[in-house]
């Protein structure tokens, strides 16, 4: 099933808990929007945090920036656990979906599964497999696709066309054994951005959303929400 295209998942939070919830996963987490970046806006979003999502766009800027980080760790390297569920994206626009899967399977142990979990199995079955491997066993895996696809109809926007160009971006920040990483099915690997903690994950995470601001200070298609304790 080569070249799938699934449309951009909204950055709504109540679109995003409702597909979760369709997915089988028991609302004690819930995703909430990230106003800003100030202490005062981080101060509203309910703790703890569990994971963050953020979404930005594609630019030329972007694109070389993530060409010159890739080759600098493939020449000196990076520490990576091998606790991290780290999967790559083959399907265009499901960034959205491979976001929330690194979100859920990198806390699952804090997670509730509803009976028959379309999501809990999908975790159960890929787990051993490679990143790559993980990519095409999504691509095959119909009950999540036409989930993704309710959704997409369910959402405030405007409704997408499937053929239309998208340079929005999700990717998914997460705490794992002391580390806070970068899960981007985009990428060959996870990025290390250094020592976090459940406590301190979301302003640690900000700092790196910070960054992502500041190679594109005319953009303004910036957006993150936060999976967070209901």
């Known amino acids: 099933m080569e070249g799938q295209h699934w449309l951009l998942l909204e950055a709504n939070p109540e679109v995003i808990n409702q597909f979760l919830k369709q997915l089988g996963l028991h609302p004690n987490w819930q995703c909430v929007d990230v106003y800003g970046m100030d202490p005062e806006l981080l101060s509203m979003v309910p703790k703890p945090v569990c994971a963050v999502l953020l979404l930005f766009p594609i630019t030329e800027k972007y694109e ?74 999504l691509e095959n895996y119909d009950s999540i696709r036409v989930t993704h696809e309710t959704s997409d109809h369910e959402g405030q926007t405007e409704a997408q ?34 020592e976090t903690s459940d406590k301190t994950l979301l302003e640690d995470a900000t700092e790196v959303f910070k960054k992502f601001m500041k190679r594109d200070p005319d953009e303004r298609r910036f957006n993150a929400i936060a999976l967070s304790a209901a």
């Not at 999501?119 to 890929?126: D, G, M, Q």
């Not at 340079?167 to 996870?190: A, M, N, Q, S």
């Open 64 to 137: 070389v920036f993530r060409t010159e980080e890739e080759e600098k760790i493939k020449s000196q390297g990076q520490n990576i656990t091998s606790s991290v569920y780290f999967m790559r994206q083959t399907i265009s626009s499901a960034c959205g979906t491979t976001g929330l899967i690194h979100a859920i399977a990198n806390n699952k142990d804090k997670m509730y599964f509803e009976s028959g979990s379309t999501l809990k199995k999908f975790l159960e079955e890929s787990a051993s497999l490679s990143p790559e491997e993980q990519a095409i066993y």
């Open 161 to 194: 066309n499937i053929d239309e160009k998208v340079d929005l971006h999700f990717i998914t920040l997460v705490h794992v054994d002391g580390h806070l990483y970068e899960l981007d099915g985009r990428k060959l690997f996870p990025i290390n951005h250094g």
